[in-house]
């Protein structure tokens, strides 16, 4: 299973979410946002039981309030969720928040950022 939400946007109050709710093997969801914006707030959502779990939200934005959230809830082997951040920004609060009952849990938080934070 691969989700994927995608959003290539010059906009205000831009707020995708993608969520995913699964008993699985190799789940892959991915949330990008490619974006010009204003108060930006991207959630991707993971409940599974599942085998190989990949996660991935990525931003690459030029925006202000930009607050991304990866939340992984699951009992599965092989969890790398990844919240990647490349942004020139104010006030960007990322959060990747995992809870798991696993095996070979690899959660990155990556920021490259100019950021008021």
Same mark, same amino acid.
Not at 12 to 31: D, I
Not at 65 to 71: A, D, E, I, K
Not at 101 to 111: A, D
């Given at each position: $299973? %691969? &989700? ?9 109050? /831009?707020? &995708?979410? !993608?969520? /995913? *709710? @699964?008993?699985?093997? #190799?789940?892959?969801?991915?949330? %990008?946002?490619? @974006? ?9 959502? !993971? ?12 931003? =690459? ?6 607050? &991304? ?13 990844? !919240?990647? /951040? =490349? ?11 995992? #809870?798991?009952?696993?095996? *070979?849990?690899?959660?990155? !938080?990556?920021? *490259?950022?100019?950021?008021? $934070?």
């Amino acid at each position: $299973m %691969s &989700p994927t939400l995608s959003v290539n946007a010059t906009s205000q109050n /831009v707020t &995708p979410t !993608l969520s /995913v *709710n @699964a008993t699985s093997q #190799n789940v892959t969801p991915t949330l %990008s946002v490619n @974006a010009t914006i204003q108060n930006e707030s991207r959630t991707l959502s !993971l409940n599974a039981t599942s085998q190989n779990v990949t996660p991935t939200l990525s931003v =690459n934005a030029t925006s202000q309030n930009v607050t &991304p959230t990866l939340s992984v809830n699951s009992t599965s082997q092989n969890v790398t969720p990844t !919240l990647s /951040v =490349n942004a020139t920004s104010q006030n960007m609060s990322p959060t990747l928040s995992v #809870n798991a009952t696993s095996q *070979n849990v690899t959660p990155t !938080l990556s920021v *490259n950022a100019t950021t008021r $934070m």
